[in-house]
């Protein structure tokens, strides 16, 4: 027969594994709503019943991701998400303002420097303002995967703009991903270099070579090779 200790101890971890069940089927729960939602903000609205199909979208994701604000191990990016969700629904003046909060409380997400840095520029702010942002998501999160492919697509869509030392950088990070994108994001990546012009694309062939990078599966793939 078990002790009252023994009994006490047992309710107590089972409480705790129920604990930590409850949290993980929250997680993956907040990975599907998040990746929707991520979805739904990369749409481009072409005409009024695209815009209008888009807004309902929207609206119907920011009650999902609010749900996940207070949740251990996502608030952060749940915060964020809804920042996004709100200021595409009401302007990029929330949006700066939104994110400015939070990065007041999570100063060390590169994500949020990123998107902070991409709200500038869509406001058609100095330019220093905007690599300012970037630089910081370069030093919060220098190496995490998916920030690094967004601030990689950013910087080679206004490359054309960027002192060297940012166009240096942006190389090494394409260098360092090594050809890993999601399918959604290597069709953004190619549609940016697409449109880019020849002194442009030699620019950046040259910058791949430096690092010895010329010859990688992933800069045939963005159509990077020599002529």
Do not use: Y
Not at 111 to 125: E, P, S
Not at 148 to 155: D, G, L
């Amino acid at each position: 027969m078990l002790s009252p200790r023994a009994v006490l101890t047992s309710i107590f971890i089972l409480g705790v594994a129920s604990c930590l069940i409850v949290n993980g089927l929250d997680l993956l729960r907040f990975e599907a709503v998040d990746a929707a939602t991520q979805a739904i903000l990369r749409q481009e609205a072409k005409d009024d019943e695209s815009r209008a199909a888009r807004r309902s979208e929207l609206e119907r994701s920011a009650p999902l991701v609010s749900a996940f604000t207070h949740t251990l191990g996502v608030e952060g990016r749940a915060r964020r998400d809804l920042a996004l969700l709100n200021a595409a629904l009401d302007g990029d003046a929330t949006t700066e303002a939104d994110l400015g909060a939070l990065l007041a409380t999570t100063p060390t997400s590169g994500r949020l420097w990123l998107d902070l840095a991409l709200a500038r520029w869509r406001r058609g702010a100095p330019l220093r303002e905007t690599l300012s942002a970037l630089q910081m998501s370069e030093v919060a999160q220098p190496h995490e995967a998916e920030t690094m492919v967004e601030r990689v697509i950013f910087a080679l869509r206004i490359w054309e703009l960027l002192p060297k030392d940012e166009q240096r950088q942006a190389i090494t990070q394409l260098v360092e991903l090594d050809g890993r994108f999601e399918p959604a994001a290597l069709q953004r990546l190619q549609a940016v270099l697409a449109k880019k012009p020849p002194e442009t694309k030699a620019a950046l062939r040259d910058e791949l070579a430096a690092r010895g990078a010329a010859a990688r599966p992933f800069v045939r793939t963005l159509g990077l090779q020599s002529p």
